[in-house]
């Protein structure tokens, strides 16, 4: 419970601008880490196995956990089976790739063959290294994003430009009715699409065909 106190907080602090999305990154990295120094078993898996030939792959992971599952890795669902109801897991499905038939997601987690175990770190850096974005998701529903991948693009004058103004529009948001939370698929599109009139208001040389072919870097 304590670290998933701590999560929150970092949730907040990142959206207040106290503390920066790397420094984010890394205590919600530092937590799965902390998972397995405490002999807790993580269960791992990816998007390609989610509705294969009906859902397209985003590059996604997925690690799962039940603080409670310490000793051996004997059952996924130990885990899957109150996640496959949970109403939090299914907003954050929904949210990556739109609104998806509620089995298709209830067969990705509950299906012991789409699952591996993870015990040590080693493991864990080589399973993180894999995807442009892993989730951390504990037995009641709880969820952190863990990390993405670095695109060479965020790099460029585009990239830059663009993320600054992403997160321009999410700061000016701060205090509204609707304030958007980036963390959600749907504000994320309202806050991409914000950001990019704004950028090609105000630096219309820019490489737009390029941003909008890289719109996932900034998820």
């Given at each position: 419970m304590k670290k998933q106190f701590i999560t929150e907080a970092a949730r907040l602090q990142k959206l207040a601008g106290i503390i920066t999305e790397s420094e984010y990154k890394k205590l919600t990295e530092n937590q799965a880490s902390d998972l397995i120094n405490d002999g807790v078993v993580l269960y791992v898996s990816d998007d390609s196995k989610l509705a294969p030939g009906f859902i397209t792959s985003k590059g996604i992971g997925f690690i799962v956990y039940n603080v409670a599952i310490k000793d051996t890795p004997k059952s996924i669902l130990s885990v899957t089976g109150t996640l496959s109801k949970s109403q939090k897991v299914a907003q954050l499905f929904n949210d990556n790739y739109g609104i998806i038939d509620i089995n298709y997601i209830t067969t990705f987690l509950t299906n012991p063959d789409?699952?591996?175990t993870i015990t040590s770190k080693d493991e864990l850096n080589n399973f993180m290294s894999k995807y442009n974005k892993i989730y951390l998701i504990n037995h009641n529903g709880d969820s952190s994003q863990l990390n993405e991948a670095f695109n060479p693009f965020l790099d460029t004058d585009e990239g830059?430009?663009?993320?600054?103004?992403?997160?321009?529009?999410v700061e000016d948001s701060m205090g509204?009715?609707?304030?958007?939370?980036l963390e959600y698929r749907s504000d994320f599109d309202i806050a991409f699409d914000l950001a990019l009139t704004?950028?090609?208001?105000?630096?219309?040389?820019?490489?737009?065909?390029?941003?909008?072919?890289?719109?996932e870097a900034f998820y």
């Open positions: 789409n699952w591996e830059g430009y663009m993320r600054e103004y992403i997160d321009e529009v509204e009715p609707e304030s958007l939370d704004r950028l090609q208001n105000d630096h219309p040389e820019l490489d737009f065909e390029a941003i909008k072919a890289n719109k």
